[in-house]
């Protein structure tokens, strides 16, 4: 049973456009949301986090929306750098240190 | 300098074999894990130690064993090993209980392929 679910295995975007990544999770009780960035051959690496009390966190060209109602969450990024490709996986956590992810996005920024 | 380190980065071995994967992070942190992505890339907790005590364990074949001889090192041992335990294993390490601001840190990972 998914409880974190990326429904798009893939994005392509042009350079310089926005690249919007989603996620969808069906536990109301999650505490909070991180997204990671993963290169081939790589650990995945920490990106930004929201609280489920806020509904957007920003840190530069990242941005973390956050819909409780819709239990919804995305990842903008402008504008989009070919170093922005990568597989980008959320994770949703309840509790202490349990975290749950999604099966991650291929987003591919194309020069 | 490394910050969560893995060894080996690669395993291929035999069904039936027993193998060790060894992590070890050097950010001082309090608690790590070991995270199992399948083919399907799903990315699943396995156990989680917090200052040597296990916290977390999830239903993991008890061939799987987890060893915490301090809170540096977390390591894997798998006995016994099946053809469905090919995948690659994480390790990752974080600093705080929890809360939005704490985040893990992930080693490289260790491709296992039983054969």
């Given at each position: 049973?998914?409880?974190?679910?990326q429904?798009?295995?893939?994005?392509?975007?042009?350079?310089?456009?926005i690249s919007i990544l989603n996620c969808d999770y069906?536990?109301?009780?999650?505490?909070y949301f991180l997204w990671?960035?993963?290169?081939?051959?790589?650990?995945?690496?920490?990106l930004i986090s929201i609280s489920s009390i806020k509904d957007k966190n920003e840190d530069?060209r990242f941005t973390v929306f956050l819909n409780k109602s819709a239990k919804h969450l995305s990842l903008h990024i402008v504008?989009?750098?070919?170093?922005?490709?990568?597989?980008y996986?959320c994770?949703a956590?309840?509790?202490?240190?349990?975290?749950?992810?999604?099966?991650?996005?291929?987003?591919?920024?194309?020069? | 300098?490394?910050?969560?380190?893995?060894?080996?980065?690669?395993?291929?071995?035999?069904?039936?074999?027993?193998?060790?994967?060894?992590?070890?992070?050097?950010?001082?942190?309090?608690?790590?894990?070991?995270?199992?992505?399948?083919?399907?890339?799903?990315?699943?907790?396995?156990?989680?130690?917090?200052?040597?005590?296990?916290?977390?364990?999830?239903?993991?074949?008890?061939?799987?064993?987890?060893?915490?001889?301090?809170?540096?090192?977390?390591?894997?041992?798998?006995?016994?090993?099946?053809?469905?335990?090919?995948?690659?294993?994480?390790?990752?390490?974080?600093?705080?209980?929890?809360?939005w601001?704490?985040?893990?840190?992930?080693?490289?990972?260790?491709?296992?392929?039983?054969?």
């Open positions: 049973d998914q409880q974190v679910k429904n798009s295995p893939s994005l392509s975007v042009q350079e310089g456009r069906t536990n109301s009780m999650f505490d990671y960035k993963k290169y081939p051959a790589e650990g995945p690496t920490f530069g504008p989009s750098q070919p170093g922005d490709s990568a597989v996986f994770a956590v309840s509790g202490t240190y349990k975290y749950i992810f999604g099966t991650g996005t291929r987003l591919k920024v194309l020069a | 300098d490394t910050a969560v380190s893995q060894t080996p980065k690669y395993l291929v071995t035999q069904m039936g074999n027993d193998k060790s994967i060894k992590c070890e992070q050097n950010l001082g942190h309090d608690t790590m894990y070991w995270y199992k992505q399948d083919s399907k890339k799903f990315l699943k907790i396995m156990f989680s130690y917090n200052n040597k005590e296990l916290i977390i364990n999830e239903t993991v074949p008890n061939r799987f064993s987890p060893k915490s001889p301090d809170k540096a090192h977390l390591n894997l041992h798998i006995n016994s090993l099946e053809l469905g335990d090919s995948a690659v294993y994480f390790c990752a390490s974080s600093q705080e209980a929890g809360g601001t704490d985040t893990q840190y992930f080693g490289p990972g260790t491709r296992l392929t039983v054969l």
